[in-house]
């Protein structure tokens, strides 16, 4: 099975993604150059960001799955069933995921859904959307 590496931009692996009619568990990855270039080849379709026009776009794909995953297919660096606390992964979470390799759809590209993940290295969460001390 293939393997994907990754910063996390979104995570809904804790609670379902329900925006825009999904019902889903998924995470959205920055992908490196070299990421992209190996994803692409396979035929998975990618997005990119861009904040705005002076910085660099940044490739990211989002990998799903409809059904939680086992405690035993997210683990830490160590191999460790990782435990979320209640809380989504904070972006900048480093993450491996395996994901199996299905035919492309005739306009969606290669699906990516996720296997199993591991967490390489933790982001520093942000306080989840809370605001910044002195705005």
Request: aromatic content about 8%.
């Amino acid at each position: 099975m293939p393997l994907s590496t990754g910063k996390i931009a979104f995570s809904n692996m804790v609670n379902k993604d329900t925006a825009f009619g999904k019902d889903e568990f998924n995470v959205t990855l920055q992908l490196e150059p070299e990421e992209a270039t190996l994803l692409s080849s396979r035929g998975v379709k990618l997005k990119d960001y861009q904040k705005d026009e002076d910085t660099p776009a940044i490739p990211q794909r989002q990998f799903k799955t409809k059904y939680a995953l086992k405690p035993s297919d997210i683990v830490d660096a160590e191999g460790t069933p990782f435990d979320f606390e209640g809380r989504e992964l904070p972006r900048g979470t480093v993450v491996r995921i395996q994901w199996p390799e299905k035919p492309p759809h005739p306009t969606g590209g290669v699906p990516t859904y996720i296997s199993k993940m591991r967490i390489l290295e933790l982001g520093e969460s942000s306080g989840d959307g809370a605001f910044e001390e002195g705005f």
